[in-house]
């Protein structure tokens, strides 16, 4: 599987406006997870039909959940954590 999907997003984004007459009155995160699904689908041969959190999980997954984007997300959970006691 590629690290670089960039290939990916105009195809995706034609799809999208190709498609709008059925969601274009989607909200936006339903409309993000339509185009994840097509790249997850696009990128993944063995199964085009796999699902994020198996995705996410496997050994082909080229998302680096140390990379500082994700640094908010981790401060957030651990905050909660600490809040809720666990």
């Known amino acids: 599987m590629a690290d670089d999907h960039s ?24 409309q993000s997870k339509m185009r994840l699904r097509c790249m997850i689908a696009a990128s993944h041969e063995q199964d085009p039909s796999l699902a994020l959190s198996y995705f ?13 984007a994700f640094n908010k997300v981790a ?12």
Do not use: N, Y
Not at 7 to 30: C, M, N, V, Y
């Open 7 to 30: 290939d990916l997003i105009e195809p995706i984004s034609i799809f999208q406006r190709d498609t709008a007459h059925r969601i274009g009155k989607w909200k936006f995160g339903k």
């Open 56 to 68: 996410l999980e496997s050994s082909d997954c080229v998302v680096k959940f140390d990379h500082p």
């Open 75 to 86: 401060a957030f959970i651990k905050d909660f954590m600490e809040k809720v006691g666990s």
